[in-house]
């Protein structure tokens, strides 16, 4: 595709949900990333992929986070029985993955509400 | 492990006034090191890419330098205006990694 999407845009769920954030990268990019941002907080890393893979999943608060990707391409990140600390604003960014980096180009995110 | 922090986490500045943000990395090999906008309810963009090479880089009214010596870079933003408002990300790639290392970002405000 032309950029980096995400969906839904804006989710509002009930605790205890689960909920499902959908991100399609750049055709082509083998690195994807997701991160979130809390109100009045900086970008916290979640997980990292390299192609179907995840060599760092470091940045997962907690064993109800999940991600994974499929085909190289589109990456699904899981947060199970939701709590109201995980509303933020999810953010997924993809690159071409060489040595030496190039650019990130990052998805609109989604807005995640728990009530 | 490559790391890259952020200064301050935030800051609030009247409209005309010029502001300065810090980026300090440990990322190495390094590479390159972009700099992005984040305007409220967007996606970060890219503002300008310092290579190794380069100590200066000016786009309008932003203005980034480098130090690969200490490893910090910064970000000055000159005569501000109000839709500077955003958050600013440093990002920082290594020669030998795949992987970018992103820095938390600093929330600029820019007040009338």
């Known amino acids: 595709g032309a950029g980096v999407s995400q969906s839904p845009s804006n989710k509002v769920t009930e605790k205890g949900k689960d909920v499902e954030l959908r991100c399609d990268p750049i055709s082509g990019h083998t690195a994807l990333y997701w991160y979130r941002q809390s109100l009045g907080q900086g970008l916290e890393f979640l997980i990292y992929f390299q192609g179907n893979s995840a060599p760092d999943k470091s940045g997962l608060p907690s064993d109800r986070f999940s991600a994974e990707r499929t085909g190289g391409s589109v990456s699904t990140l899981t947060i199970q029985r939701t709590q109201q600390e995980d509303s933020a604003v999810y953010l997924c960014?993809?690159?071409?993955?060489?040595?030496?980096?190039?650019?990130?180009?990052f998805g609109q995110g989604t807005r995640l509400t728990v009530v | 492990k490559n790391q890259v922090e952020q200064s301050p986490q935030s800051l609030i500045i009247l409209e005309g006034k010029n502001c300065t943000l810090q980026c300090n990395y440990t990322v190495s090999p390094f590479s390159n090191l972009r700099w992005y906008k984040q305007d409220t309810g967007r996606g970060p963009v890219s503002l300008t890419i310092?290579?190794?090479?380069?100590n200066t880089k000016s786009n309008g009214r932003y203005t980034a330098t480098l130090d690969a010596d200490t490893k910090q870079s910064s970000l000055h933003i000159t005569a501000s205006q109000l839709s500077d408002s955003a958050s600013y990300i440093c990002v920082v790639s290594a020669r030998n990694d795949y992987k970018l290392s992103f820095g938390a970002g600093t929330t600029v405000t820019v007040r009338a």
């Open positions: 310092m290579t190794f090479s380069e």
């Open positions: 960014a993809s690159s071409l993955a060489h040595g030496g980096g190039t650019e990130a180009f």
